[in-house]
């Protein structure tokens, strides 16, 4: 596992109801950090540009110019995100640092996903994506309220002390189940990272899926979305290689004992097995 540290950049637009609103992200690693501004932020009027570039020139000067040891702490420590937190005002603030770790070292793919996690407005979900089987295992996930019900979400998966990787979902009940899944999302990078950790899963999962947890039996689903057609700016030949290692990696998954879905019926058949087997919340009821 490599561990991270990241702070969100927030604008407050106003000191008194200090509603922040995310607008960038810093990451840092034991050796490099960078920072990623939403642009679309100024144009928006979410922040108005004066602030907005005055902001960009200062984050450009303390991250990414020259060092200065007699009044910067060392960019790459913990203590650097307090340095910057000094120079803030009521305007635009950080977040206290938080700490993620990922089975992957790479650092760029990190700080994309987490700007688009965190800092990005959501995209609404488009009929196409939908009907893909990420799709369509999500909504039905949502409306039967998975998540309240027990599911858990982007946990590790462990065997005794050991933790063998973060899967998108888990569920402990008359077995031990755990899904992951290659989502056909709007950025390549998030698509991309999925398809990468593939081979770690695949060299860690044959220890799960031979192995009782609590006296539990266990289960792996991979939900895999089609590849149909290159992302914006992605070369044929590059999106052709992308396919060869998601085929290459599902072949592991297969070999190792996973489950691979490919279609909307098979998720929809899953996401309706796992309704019957996750018990029935006093917050299910309700509704």
């Not at 106003?14 to 920072?35: C, H, K, T, V, Y």
């Not at 027990?150 to 933790?163: C, E, P, S, Y």
Request: with cysteine; charged share 30%; glycine share 4%.
């Amino acid at each position: 596992m490599f561990d991270y540290r990241y702070a969100l950049i927030r604008y407050v637009p106003d000191a008194i109801r200090m509603e922040p609103i995310n607008i960038g992200i810093i990451l840092q690693s034991i050796d490099r950090i960078d920072f990623r501004l939403n642009t679309q932020a100024s144009k928006k009027g979410i922040i108005d540009t004066t602030t907005f570039k005055r902001w960009r020139g200062f984050l450009d000067e303390e991250i990414l110019g020259d060092a200065i040891p007699l009044f910067q702490p060392e960019k790459t420590s913990l203590q650097f995100f307090s340095h910057l937190q000094e120079l803030c005002d009521k305007t635009v603030i950080l977040s206290r640092p938080l700490t993620v770790a990922r089975e992957i070292d790479n650092f760029d793919q990190l700080l994309e996903s987490l700007y688009q996690r965190l800092v990005a407005p959501p995209e609404p979900e488009t009929p196409e994506s939908a009907n893909r089987p990420t799709g369509v295992f999500r909504q039905f996930a949502e409306d039967h309220k998975f998540l309240h019900r027990g599911m858990k979400r982007h946990a590790h998966v462990t065997i005794g002390n050991d933790r063998l990787w973060m899967a998108y979902r888990q569920m402990h009940n008359g077995a031990v189940f755990a899904m992951d899944k290659v989502e056909v999302a709007h950025r390549i990078g998030e698509t991309s990272y999925e398809i990468e950790r593939l081979p770690y899963i695949a060299h860690h999962l044959p220890r799960f899926v031979e192995a009782k947890i609590d006296d539990k039996p266990t289960e792996y689903c991979l939900l895999v979305d089609e590849l149909k057609e290159p992302f914006t700016d992605q070369s044929k030949d590059e999106f052709d290689a992308m396919q060869e290692d998601l085929e290459r990696a599902i072949e592991k998954i297969k070999t190792a004992g996973g489950r691979i879905l490919r279609d909307r019926d098979a998720a929809k058949k899953l996401a309706e097995e796992i309704d019957q087997k996750l018990p029935i919340s006093a917050t299910s009821v309700a509704d």
